[in-house]
């Protein structure tokens, strides 16, 4: 089992930035991947960036050369900063793990682009 929790969602003008943070209940680097997804309203969720344990990291080719997700070993977070922000990045962003074999989940964390 395999608790996650995500903070850092609010709103932020375009341009602007946020930092996303989510902490897990076991060891980070014990996880096969860690990544972030996002679902905006009336769409589907879909992949931002993801770290398979030991691999390169992936990311969306909308979030390229903005998003970077980076694993805080000393935290055990997984973060994933967010640069030049646009209306289009207006999501709620979830957290994920896979741990032998399954899918986790944290709440979400609500981002929102405007000016």
């Known amino acids: 089992q395999v608790q996650l929790v995500e903070s850092g969602g609010g709103l932020v003008q375009p341009g602007g930035s946020l930092r996303l943070t989510c902490a897990a209940s076991r060891n980070i680097f014990s996880m096969n991947l860690m990544g972030w997804y996002r679902q905006a309203p009336g769409k589907q969720r879909e992949l931002v960036a993801s770290?398979?344990?030991?691999?390169?990291?992936t990311y969306a080719d909308s979030v390229k050369g903005r998003f970077t997700i980076s694993m805080n070993n000393a935290k055990n977070t997984v973060e994933l900063q967010m640069n030049s922000l646009k209306h289009e990045d207006t999501a709620v962003y979830y957290c994920n793990a896979e741990f032998r074999g399954l899918n986790y989940w944290g709440q979400g964390t609500q981002v929102t682009v405007s000016s």
């Open positions: 770290i398979p344990i030991g691999y390169s990291t």
